[in-house]
């Protein structure tokens, strides 16, 4: 892949590239934008570009792809370019900053390998033509980390360039934004995003689904085409949706828990619980993904995206309607047979209760208490008298 493989990013691609052919590598940028629109991989890209063999690449502004240093630097091996993360614990469990400590190096603790940024810097490159810094995301340095970067942010050596990737630029010290040159990510079209999944081996029908789910998200869309269980559980939540209609009250809690069940299995790659672990969780109290140790940060994660999908399935059915294209193309039958008994009012009262219960998950709400009210206005805020067939 190269830099002009980026979908929607022409002009980030242009900064970028004119850099290079001309020589005028700036020491940092910040790459910012939405997340999923490509940041991470522009930065991969951008470091192989700048250490590429071939001398054709740096007038042509890209990596080649193939040399040893290019693939070097796709498998995380190259010894100049160094990814500066989120660490984990000696448990396994993942930090919640970038630390000071992999910035630089306190002279109460002994030196560990790698050196930490601000050491690591001052050393010639020992393959390349530069020392690549990439600090993903950039809004989780904490503030003292943040601040020892500005050492070489602001002394910079000449063999060094920092790229700060972030999804949240407002997070960063205004310090460390002003010693960037900014290269903005922007969303990338429908189409173009269907066009990737479908030569991808994605169907057509439902690349124009996930195209549009991802709302202009590439790195998004590709990464759920590549998880099986992220499909199935798009089917099984639109099911759900459908299956709306003919559900009582009391059916509340049992969508709640399937909602929350579905989020869970997607974390741990589409594994459902044995029958007989599910009925000891289920006598024991608690519920089932707690209970199978998926953690709350993680069910925050999965949560918003399967939301989206059921508030996807309401606007089709104002959609189908009106007449207008729907988003679930492959599930358009489904839709207009819904669509028949649900009305518009209803529909957009359902939207609404979706986007706020995904707004409330985002903000650290108890889950189990934002699905369970969610699940009782789905299935028990129906205003009957507009719904044709229903009890």
């Not at 001398?55 to 796709?74: D, F, K, P, Y």
């Not at 689904?209 to 499909?231: D, F, H, M, Y």
């Not at 459908?242 to 299995?265: F, K, N, V, Y």
Request: hydrophobic share 40%.
């Amino acid at each position: 892949m190269h830099l002009e493989d980026l979908i929607g990013q022409s002009r980030a691609v242009t900064v970028l590239g004119n850099a290079i052919r001309r020589g005028r590598v700036a020491h940092a940028y910040l790459f910012w934008g939405m997340e999923g629109v490509g940041k991470g991989t522009a930065a991969r890209l951008f470091a192989q570009a700048l250490n590429c063999e071939e001398e054709v690449s740096a007038n042509a502004g890209s990596a080649c792809g193939v040399c040893r240093s290019c693939l070097l630097i796709s498998q995380g091996n190259h010894p100049d370019v160094r990814l500066i993360t989120t660490t984990r614990t000696r448990e396994g469990k993942e930090r919640s900053e970038i630390s000071i400590d992999q910035i630089r190096q306190d002279p109460k603790k002994p030196y560990e390998t790698p050196r930490p940024l601000n050491q690591d810097a001052f050393l010639k490159p020992a393959r390349g033509r530069h020392k690549v810094y990439i600090v993903d995301p950039a809004d989780r340095m904490s503030p003292p980390a943040a601040n020892a970067l500005l050492r070489v942010l602001e002394d910079p050596p000449l063999h060094v360039v920092l790229v700060l990737v972030t999804s949240h630029a407002s997070a960063l010290l205004p310090t460390v934004v002003s010693r960037c040159q900014q290269v903005a990510f922007s969303l990338a079209g429908t189409a173009a995003i269907q066009e990737r999944l479908e030569a991808e081996g994605m169907v057509p029908e439902a690349a124009a689904a996930l195209a549009q789910l991802s709302n202009g998200r590439p790195g998004w869309a590709i990464k759920t085409a590549a998880r099986p269980e992220v499909v199935a559980t798009r089917t099984v939540l639109l099911e759900l949706c459908a299956d709306l209609g003919r559900q009582p009250i009391s059916a509340s809690l049992r969508m709640a828990e399937e909602i929350r069940q579905l989020a869970a299995e997607m974390v741990q790659g589409g594994e459902a619980p044995e029958e007989d672990e599910a009925a000891d969780e289920e006598e024991a109290g608690p519920s089932r993904t707690r209970a199978r140790g998926v953690s709350d940060r993680a069910l925050r994660a999965e949560l918003p995206w399967c939301l989206e999908v059921m508030a996807s399935w309401f606007r089709d059915c104002m959609a189908s309607e009106q007449g207008s294209p729907v988003i679930n193309a492959d599930c358009a039958e489904a839709i207009r047979s819904a669509a028949k008994t649900l009305s518009c009012e209803r529909a957009e009262s359902s939207i609404g209760a979706i986007l706020a219960a995904k707004q409330a998950i985002e903000r650290n709400a108890n889950i189990d208490l934002a699905l369970e009210c969610l699940a009782v206005e789905l299935t028990g805020g129906r205003d009957e008298r507009r719904m044709v067939g229903v009890a």
